[in-house]
């Protein structure tokens, strides 16, 4: 179950409970903590929203745009942009309408545009991650392995995958009508499993934003941090230096990478 109207829940809190303080001061906790999320919600937006757009104009610049990655960082940055503003419209419609009111009127298309910018934030982190994998572990052949067509290639599978993936909700989701005693309330549920056995769909969708993601995140930034370690022991046998402004982006993506694994962390639990 997804929605129901607040109204709605606190007489069934009343019949289902009989009145039992406990369980109405559970209640009570959980609506104000959805009273204060969207406003969090939309401070994190708007705070993320202009990074996002300063990224994009610094890929443009030589002699960022020339390089492959660039293309990886400006595509994240999109879908980040898309996340954000999909959040923060969310939010605001939530305080204008009431969550649960927005959730059945948006019913068909609330669930694949949050797991959309969900999967695609985390699989382009992925990407990210192995396109740099790639440069420290082949330094002589990554242009050959990621050139921009490829790159354009991967970006676009990408997203077609995810937006076919996700736009299955579309078509799983409906609003269900209930009654309980003389209440009659509406909600958006799940309407077709498609032969599926219980929430499978849901669950492989959660896996593919979350766990997966987080192991090839995770792998990918242990192979890069050795390469380098080795790539510096080397140096130091030859008695050579340079490689810092190298070093200086493989360790800032390496930052953006793990910051999004520890922020990704809690969605697993």
């Given at each position: 179950?997804?929605?129901t109207n607040n109204s709605i829940n606190r007489e069934l809190d009343k019949e289902l409970w009989n009145g039992q303080s406990s369980?109405?001061?559970?209640?009570?906790?959980?609506?104000?903590?959805?009273?204060?999320?969207?406003?969090?919600?939309?401070?994190?937006?708007?705070?993320?929203?202009?990074?996002?757009?300063?990224?994009?104009?610094?890929?443009?610049?030589?002699?960022?745009?020339?390089?492959?990655?660039?293309?990886?960082?400006?595509?994240?940055?999109?879908?980040?942009?898309?996340?954000?503003?999909?959040?923060?419209?969310?939010?605001?419609?939530?305080?204008?309408?009431?969550?649960?009111?927005?959730?059945?009127?948006?019913?068909?298309?609330?669930?694949?545009?949050?797991?959309?910018?969900?999967?695609?934030?985390?699989?382009?982190?992925?990407?990210?991650?192995?396109?740099?994998?790639?440069?420290?572990?082949?330094?002589?052949?990554?242009?050959?392995?990621?050139?921009?067509?490829?790159?354009?290639?991967?970006?676009?599978?990408?997203?077609?995958?995810?937006?076919?993936?996700?736009?299955?909700?579309?078509?799983?989701?409906?609003?269900?009508?209930?009654?309980?005693?003389?209440?009659?309330?509406?909600?958006?549920?799940?309407?077709?499993?498609?032969?599926?056995?219980?929430?499978?769909?849901?669950?492989?969708?959660?896996?593919?934003?979350?766990?997966?993601?987080?192991?090839?995140?995770?792998m990918g930034n242990i192979c890069i941090v050795y390469k380098l370690y080795r790539q510096r022991q080397v140096r130091a046998q030859?008695?050579?230096?340079?490689?810092?402004?190298?070093?200086?982006?493989?360790?800032?993506?390496?930052?953006?990478?793990?910051?999004?694994?520890?922020?990704?962390?809690?969605?697993?639990?």
């Amino acid at each position: 179950m997804y929605a129901t109207n607040n109204s709605i829940n606190r007489e069934l809190d009343k019949e289902l409970w009989n009145g039992q303080s406990s369980a109405w001061e559970i209640n009570e906790e959980t609506e104000t903590l959805y009273e204060i999320m969207p406003f969090v919600t939309i401070f994190i937006c708007i705070l993320g929203l202009p990074g996002n757009i300063l990224i994009i104009k610094i890929m443009k610049v030589p002699p960022f745009n020339e390089m492959a990655h660039s293309i990886i960082c400006t595509t994240l940055a999109i879908a980040d942009l898309y996340y954000l503003i999909y959040l923060l419209a969310s939010s605001i419609l939530e305080m204008i309408m009431g969550v649960e009111t927005m959730l059945v009127t948006f019913c068909k298309i609330w669930m694949p545009c949050v797991y959309l910018g969900f999967h695609l934030d985390a699989w382009f982190v992925v990407f990210l991650t192995y396109e740099r994998v790639i440069a420290v572990a082949w330094p002589l052949k990554a242009g050959q392995i990621m050139t921009k067509r490829r790159v354009i290639i991967i970006s676009i599978a990408i997203v077609i995958f995810f937006v076919l993936w996700d736009s299955v909700f579309i078509f799983r989701n409906g609003i269900v009508e209930m009654k309980y005693g003389n209440i009659s309330f509406e909600f958006c549920d799940n309407i077709n499993d498609f032969g599926m056995p219980g929430n499978v769909y849901d669950d492989l969708s959660d896996l593919l934003g979350t766990l997966i993601p987080l192991v090839f995140i995770i792998m990918g930034n242990i192979c890069i941090v050795y390469k380098l370690y080795r790539q510096r022991q080397v140096r130091a046998q030859l008695g050579q230096g340079g490689g810092n402004e190298l070093m200086k982006m493989n360790i800032m993506i390496i930052s953006v990478t793990m910051t999004f694994v520890i922020l990704l962390a809690p969605s697993i639990i």
